[in-house]
């Protein structure tokens, strides 16, 4: 008998947590930030910024680049016919082009990196405070990110992507 009423209190031991986040009250919400990043309009246009900055960025490097090949090749045409002397000046002046711009590629890659980096940063508070008060007036006790460690499984109707989506697009800036 003592073996059976020990069994009931481990049992209920057990069961009383997961009973607890079974209740109505308390719900869980899952966001796909990927689906996120897909539908958010407003997510759309930071990247399309982002974009364009990395377009002149490149346009930029793509020009100093070609101005390197450009004074390579002359180069190449021209040491048959340079003097010594002539020849280590012009030697010198494409080592200096060829260092610059590998300074350039460093730089806008770390700009580039910088610039991504802030957006991230940006776009995750807002998408945070959004869906603390989503959390708050919505009666969730967790809302987890999908791609979240440890979370293997969820039911489709934890999915509140839409209504973060629509509350993100829809915040003032």
Do not use: H
């Not at 481990?10 to 209740?23: C, D, H, K």
């Not at 377009?55 to 020009?63: G, M, R, S």
């Not at 004074?71 to 260092?99: C, I, T, W």
């Amino acid at each position: 008998m003592k073996k059976m009423t020990l069994f009931f209190v481990a049992l209920l031991l057990v069961i009383t947590p997961w009973s607890a986040l079974a209740l109505d009250k308390d719900k869980v919400g899952v966001i796909d930030m990927q689906k996120f990043q897909q539908e958010s309009k407003r997510f759309q246009k930071v990247r399309a910024d982002l974009k364009k900055k990395f377009e002149v960025l490149q346009k930029k490097l793509d020009k100093e680049k070609a101005d390197l090949a450009k004074l390579e090749e002359e180069f190449k045409k021209q040491s048959m016919m340079l003097s010594l002397d002539a020849k280590q000046d012009k030697k010198k002046e494409v080592e200096r082009k060829r260092r610059y711009y590998k300074y350039l590629y460093t730089e806008y890659t770390q700009e580039m990196k910088d610039a991504e980096l802030d957006a991230r940063k940006k776009v995750g508070k807002e998408v945070e405070k959004i869906v603390g008060k989503m959390g708050e007036s919505g009666g969730y006790v967790m809302i987890f990110e999908r791609q979240a460690p440890g979370l293997i499984y969820y039911d489709d109707s934890l999915d509140i992507t839409e209504k973060v989506v629509n509350a993100y697009d829809g915040a003032t800036k």
